[in-house]
């Protein structure tokens, strides 16, 4: 039986821009099944980014509701919610957003540390999950010292190290080259095999979004499933 992970059901979200009201969800549903790999694409200015955020509860609909495993996130305070992502998610944007002073180790352990793991219960899962990204022989190399995909993968190794259910990708490989992109591509792939992981993707690639298995399309406000 096909388990539910999450739903947005009926979600609405505008903005004020420019002294213009700008709706960019007006209505959105979606529901993703656990182990799935998703791809989200429309135009530019869409509100793919928006969306992926109130996925994430990093933004909150004006109305609607997201539901994690039957739990109403819109109904949870800020801590439950800090909790919530902590516990469940985890995030990769276009930018890796590293800590230039700290090596790929250490970027690894934070959010070990956040939750406040013991040092080497931390240090184990952020070596296991470099060493699954393929960094294991870089762990000890700041991020100044790394190219651009070697970045992305500690970023992705980081966003994996408290093994989340649910994985929000933002424009992974937008700033890679066409090589070191399909690389990740790949990675991806192979970590929602191994790991069972669920995984949703905004992207511009074309080509990545249509060797997803499912692939929806914001456009005017509504998901659709893109229909070959």
């Known amino acids: 039986m096909t388990a539910k992970l999450l739903e947005l059901v009926d979600a609405h979200k505008s903005f004020h821009r420019s002294g213009q009201h700008v709706r960019v969800l007006t209505g959105a549903n979606i529901t993703i099944n656990r182990g799935d790999m998703v791809s989200i694409v429309g135009a530019s200015g869409a509100g793919k980014s928006t969306l992926l955020h109130i996925m994430g509860t990093l933004d909150v609909p004006d109305r609607g509701d997201v539901l994690f495993m039957g739990q109403n996130l819109c109904r949870l305070g800020e801590a439950d919610l800090a909790e919530f992502r902590s516990r ?49 022989h870089r762990m000890q190399h700041r991020p100044s010292e790394l190219s651009g995909g070697e970045q992305q993968r500690v970023a992705l190794a980081r ?70």
């Open 88 to 136: 469940s998610l985890g995030f990769v944007f276009q930018f890796h957003h590293l800590l230039p002073d700290f090596d790929a180790l250490e970027n690894v352990m934070m959010p070990a540390w956040i939750r406040r793991l013991p040092t080497d219960e931390a240090r184990r899962r952020a070596q296991a999950v470099l060493q699954e990204v393929g960094l294991g």
């Open 159 to 228: 966003a994996l190290v408290m093994d989340p259910e649910l994985l929000l990708a933002d424009e992974v490989t937008g700033n890679l080259d066409a090589k070191t992109a399909e690389g990740i591509h790949q990675l991806l792939f192979t970590l929602n095999e191994r790991r069972k992981i669920t995984l949703v993707v905004v992207t511009h690639n074309n080509a990545f979004a249509a060797s997803m298995p499912r692939r929806l399309v914001l456009a005017d406000g509504l998901l659709k499933d893109h229909q070959s």
